[in-house]
């Protein structure tokens, strides 16, 4: 499915379709320079809608400001094209660190992390794997699971993120202080142009 758990969701006051909300939001959200990681519908006594986005330039973290941006251009979209029946909260946010894993490439662009990943049916008997992750094969996603290498078809993961360690959390933190390098560089490019 890719953006969310279930692509049509329930509320009391009728039908939301996901996918048709993905289909009205992406070109937006692309636009800005963004990637839309997930879209769920979360219930409750006023729902939310929550849409996970991350910069199309991967080097770059996620900011507050980030999330403002595409909150207002997707609330105009979503004003004109009303396809949530009745009142809903919007929420912008980042996919985390402990981010989840629903597009076939987060599953290669991951590997070699820790992995949580649920089957909506048995896989070699099993419907929860925590482990290592070793990448894709096509619609097959690879994990090591206590020595053990298992895998599992891309249709039947139901829930997949990683699990937070301290080798994801040195990544991240190498990855932003990468970044804030770079952009402290690009800083004393232009002042020396000025200067």
Sequence with gaps: MGFG????????????????????????VEALGYDIVQIRLLGGRRPTLQIMAE??????????????EISHAVSAVL?????IPGSYQL??????????????QDYERFAG??????TGEPVAGRRRFRGRLLGREGERVQVEVAGERYEVPL??????KLVLTDELIAA????????????????????GDLG
């Design 55 to 68: 910069p199309k330039a991967r080097e770059r973290p996620m900011t507050v400001d980030d999330c403002a």
């Design 91 to 104: 929420e912008i946010s980042s996919p985390g660190i402990d981010r989840p894993l629903v597009r076939p």
């Design 155 to 160: 249709a039947a993961i139901r829930r997949a």
């Design 5 to 28: 758990s279930h692509p049509l969701c329930c509320m009391n006051s009728g039908v939301v379709d996901l996918e048709e909300i993905r289909r009205l939001v992406e070109p937006t």
């Design 172 to 191: 991240e933190r190498r990855r932003l202080e990468a970044w804030a390098r770079r952009r402290r560089g690009r800083q004393r490019e232009r002042d």
């Design 79 to 83: 004003d004109v094209a009303d396809p």
């Design 113 to 118: 992390f820790e992995v949580r990943i649920e």
